[in-house]
C-alpha cells in the first residue's frame, strides 16, 4: 500500500504557503490562476556567470506517473548563456530536476548551481 492517495483526490491543483512551504490539493481553477502570478513561485534564482539558476513551484503535478507515486511539484532549470558558452544541455547535462517538496527543491537548487558553477570556472571568477 502507498503512502500517498488517489493522486487526484484532493484536486488536480496544488497550492504552496509561502510561510510554511506547507502543500495543500484543491481544484478551485480560479484559486490555481490567481495563485499562478504570485511571486513566491519562485522560490530560489541564483546568477551564475551568463546562466541563470531557477527553481520553482510548479502548482500542477508533473509527475505523469500513477496512483502511489510522490507528486512532483517544484523544478530547477538552468537558463541562458551568452557566447562563448553555446548550449548550456551541453555544459551541464542535468539542467532541469524536479522535486516533491520544498526541502528537496532547495537541496537541488544548490546543487545545481555548485554544478553549473564548477562547469563554467572562469566565467564565474570574472563575476
Same mark, same amino acid.
Given at each position: 500500500?502507498?503512502?500517498? =492517495?488517489?493522486?487526484?483526490?484532493?484536486?488536480?491543483?496544488?497550492?504552496l504557503?509561502?510561510?510554511?512551504?506547507?502543500?495543500?490539493?484543491?481544484?478551485?481553477a480560479?484559486?490555481? !490562476?490567481?495563485?499562478?502570478?504570485?511571486?513566491h513561485?519562485?522560490?530560489a534564482?541564483?546568477?551564475v556567470? @551568463?546562466?541563470?539558476v @531557477?527553481t520553482?513551484?510548479? #502548482?500542477?503535478?508533473h @509527475?505523469?506517473?500513477?496512483? !502511489?507515486?510522490?507528486?512532483v511539484?517544484?523544478?530547477?532549470?538552468?537558463?541562458g548563456?551568452? =557566447?562563448?558558452?553555446?548550449?548550456?544541455a551541453?555544459e551541464v =547535462?542535468?539542467?532541469?530536476?524536479?522535486?516533491?517538496?520544498y526541502?528537496? #527543491?532547495?537541496?537541488?537548487?544548490?546543487?545545481?548551481?555548485?554544478?553549473?558553477?564548477?562547469?563554467? =570556472?572562469?566565467?564565474?571568477s570574472e563575476m
Amino acid at each position: 500500500m502507498s503512502n500517498y =492517495p488517489d493522486k487526484y483526490a484532493g484536486g488536480v491543483y496544488w497550492s504552496l504557503d509561502p510561510d510554511t512551504h506547507e502543500l495543500t490539493q484543491h481544484d478551485d481553477a480560479k484559486r490555481f !490562476g490567481k495563485e499562478f502570478e504570485m511571486p513566491h513561485r519562485v522560490i530560489a534564482q541564483e546568477k551564475v556567470g @551568463s546562466y541563470l539558476v @531557477s527553481t520553482v513551484f510548479l #502548482a500542477i503535478d508533473h @509527475s505523469h506517473r500513477p496512483q !502511489g507515486y510522490p507528486p512532483v511539484l517544484f523544478e530547477t532549470m538552468v537558463f541562458g548563456s551568452d =557566447p562563448p558558452h553555446g548550449s548550456i544541455a551541453a555544459e551541464v =547535462p542535468d539542467y532541469t530536476d524536479r522535486y516533491s517538496n520544498y526541502t528537496q #527543491a532547495m537541496s537541488g537548487h544548490k546543487r545545481v548551481v555548485s554544478l553549473v558553477k564548477n562547469k563554467v =570556472p572562469s566565467e564565474v571568477s570574472e563575476m
